[in-house]
């Protein structure tokens, strides 16, 4: 199936099609909604691209095209080049279900089953578009980092010998080739952003209780030493 | 364990600078791996995988196709087909050139450092891995022995007899009476029987809705008890019934003939009989002379056998401290007996050993479960450091969300083991 008869089949007839911005849905429930998108997209004026692309202007663009974003999926590429643009109806049925719009984008989201919940997120993140309407008076914010680590821990340079030894406990349950059954990827991370999840769990910010326990008993130059083996990882 | 780096880089210098000898006195070191399961398969890979043709791998399993245990409970209940568990050598032999013998191994001779095969060949080694899983007790349950399998199944082995398990399930009459034996500990998988029963109870309630569970077993208590009786109570409100030893569930007989089962005296007519009997190391650890009693004793820092220190033992068959006998342990203890047995024949790095396992169980549909735990190791044992459980009253996404990851840890686990 393309994503265009997927569109058709679960979105069309559900959702009317709405003309005014501000009709879509409340942009400061989405905020929060988005702290569930905010481990891998950045939105606002520092927005910088993650293990997602930034989310800044995505209304209008085609699939797979963020400028500077080198990460995308060979399925995002591929549907961005099919025509598939990021327009309210497109956005909705991917958060809806991301894998049954584009079958094997990397992007590890269950989706949001909820039609208000999608409604809100897009909503907030329409603020982040180029649409003169819909830009706001103050400088967005974006939503803070889960955790903040000190300028020495992000400059430990990992030894990723040591995070090949390490990273043979993380491969019972994720597996190297990165592909994702139940269990999300960990290949091919931007360092930073695998070491402030770890740290995320290890302080118990994150929740899930396996990651707790594994990350718990980390030191700083561990943690460094797997995200340098991954990020190397295809 | 807090951990010092520099220390134990220091202790690696040590181990780099150690002279290392290979006995065969020529070629390359030679690693003879038993048992093609959850150890055996994984520790052949990383040897393999991580000495990049320095070591010469062959891995003895009699068996073509190894079906895993983990998962075969929920090929019983019906969520997963019987392929889909059984998994082959081929990538092991191709990709990571491992030499796969099908054959079994009957004879060590540790003097030597040799394997002799049921076919005649023999292998010799510079170091030998044996991760052989489990064998059961004669006479645990008066009975019952391995003659009496196709009559009374233990299906602690997967494969042909989960297979005929289910078959016996299907055919049971209408409102008939599935009995379980259960093991005493400590035994493959704690979870096991009850994941086990929940299944049994899924399909039953289905197919057979006025059917009965009988679990008779030794134990006062059993692992994720309050998770399991508040399910079955959800689930299965009425048809699990439990004998502990307070009610004579230690003092158990059986008759493959009349399919009786008979309780502190009571005999009962049942109509599928799962007998799980005591276990014990598979037989080639005591072929080896390396066991104390039932399991083979190991030093948690290697793996390596306290009776002998050419051989690594892994998973179920050991005696090594707090961990279950899982294939998630299994698979952990591979990896640090991969890297021992690297840095003593090509003196590769060595780090310190760690150890974590984590157990999903399936009550019902989406109604997933899990216990884990981490672990290191000190002189006397693997000790448990950390570990987590499942709360009674969680709700259903989280219970549907704890079954998806598992299996995602399926497809990890064996795809770490087979490649
Ligand atoms: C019903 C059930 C459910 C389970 N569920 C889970 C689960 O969800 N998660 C989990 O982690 N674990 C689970 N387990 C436990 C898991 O299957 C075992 O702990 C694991 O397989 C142990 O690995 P092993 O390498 O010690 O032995 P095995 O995996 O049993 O491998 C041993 C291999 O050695 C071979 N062998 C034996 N003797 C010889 C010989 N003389 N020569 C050559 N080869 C030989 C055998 O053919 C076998 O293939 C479950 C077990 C059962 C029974």
């Known amino acids: 199936m393309t994503y265009k008869t997927i569109l058709a089949a679960i979105f069309v007839m559900a959702f009317p099609v709405v003309s005014q911005a501000d009709a879509i849905g409340d942009d400061a429930r989405g905020q929060q909604i988005f702290k569930k998108c905010a481990a891998c997209h950045q939105v606002g004026a520092n927005a910088k691209h993650r293990v997602g692309p930034i989310l800044n202007g995505v209304f209008g663009r085609q699939a797979g095209t ?44 269950a989706g ?19 649409n003169p309407a819909n830009i706001p008076e103050a400088e967005p914010t974006g939503v803070p980092p889960e955790v903040t680590l000190s300028p020495e821990i992000l400059a430990i340079v990992g030894d990723p010998e040591y995070g090949e030894y390490l990273s043979s406990e993380c491969l019972t349950c994720h ?36 990651m707790q326990m594994m990350a718990g008993r980390l030191s700083d130059e561990e943690i460094a030493a797997l995200a340098a083996y991954f990020k190397d990882l295809e | 364990m807090k951990l010092n780096r520099r220390l134990f880089l220091g202790a690696t210098a040590a181990t780099l600078a150690a002279p290392y000898v290979n006995a065969a006195g020529h070629g390359r070191p030679k690693v003879v791996v038993i048992g093609g399961g ?81 076919g005649g060949a023999v292998l010799p080694y510079d170091r030998l891995i044996l991760s052989p899983g489990i064998d059961f007790v004669d006479g645990s349950v008066p009975g019952w022995d391995t003659s009496a399998q196709n009559a009374m199944p233990h299906a602690y082995k997967a494969g042909s007899q989960t297979e005929l398990l289910k078959a016996q399930i299907e055919a049971m009459p209408q409102g008939g009476v599935f009995a379980m034996v259960a093991p005493p500990n400590p035994y493959r998988c704690p979870p096991g029987p009850y994941e086990r029963v929940s299944m049994v109870a899924h399909k039953l309630k289905n197919e057979n809705p006025t059917a009965k569970i009988l679990i008779v077993d030794p134990k006062e208590k059993f692992s994720k008890q309050a998770l399991f009786e508040e399910g079955w109570q959800k689930h299965y409100g009425g048809m699990i019934e439990r004998i502990g030893p307070d009610f004579g569930g230690n003092n158990v007989s059986v008759d493959a003939g009349a399919m009786t089962v008979t309780i502190d005296g009571s005999v009962e007519k049942v109509d599928v009989c799962n007998v799980i009997p005591a276990m014990k190391a598979g037989r080639i650890c005591d072929m080896a002379g390396i066991t104390e009693g039932n399991w083979a004793p190991v030093s948690g820092h290697t793996m390596q056998s306290r009776l002998d220190e050419n051989i ?11 961990m279950p006998k899982s294939g998630f342990s299994a698979n952990s203890q591979a990896k640090v007996a991969a890297m021992a047995v690297r840095g003593a024949l090509t ?73």
């Open chain 1, 112 to 130: 949001l089953k909820d039609a208000q919940d999608r409604a809100d997120l897009i909503a907030y993140l329409r603020v982040f578009s180029d």
């Open chain 1, 175 to 210: 597996q190297s080739d990165g592909s994702n059954q139940g269990i999300p990827a960990i290949t091919g991370w931007p360092t930073e952003d695998f070491v402030i999840a770890m740290h995320a769990y290890k302080v118990k910010v994150r929740p899930h209780p396996v």
């Open chain 2, 347 to 419: 003196g590769s790095k060595v780090f310190p050993a760690k150890f974590s396992n984590t157990c999903w169980s399936l009550i019902d549909t989406n109604d997933g479960i899990k216990v884990g735990a981490s672990y290191q190791a000190t002189d006397e044992k693997i000790a448990k450091v950390d570990g987590f459980v499942s709360q009674t009253g969680e709700d259903a996404d989280l219970r549907k969300a704890t079954y998806e990851e598992s299996v995602g840890w399926y497809a990890g686990i064996t795809s770490d083991m087979f490649g």
């Open chain 2, 38 to 118: 959850a150890g055996g398969a994984t520790a052949a890979r990383y040897i393999a995988k991580d000495s990049k043709g320095e070591i010469d791998v062959t891995l003895v399993e009699p068996s073509r196709s190894y079906y895993t245990c983990f998962f075969s409970n929920l090929y019983i209940g019906g969520f997963r087909d019987l392929s889909s568990i059984a998994h082959s050598y081929g990538t092991l032999a191709s990709q990571y050139g491992i030499n796969v013998v099908h054959d079994w191994a009957v004879g060590i001779d540790r003097d030597a450092k040799s394997v002799t095969l049921a």
């Open chain 1, 66 to 109: 963020a400028e500077g974003y080198t990460r995308y999926s060979q399925g995002m590429t591929r549907a961005g080049i099919d025509g598939l643009v990021w327009d309210l109806e497109h956005l909705d049925a991917y958060l809806e279900n991301p894998k049954s719009l584009v079958s094997r984008t990397t992007m590890n989201f």
């Open chain 2, 312 to 322: 690594h033992v892994l998973g179920d068959a050991t005696n090594q401290g707090d």
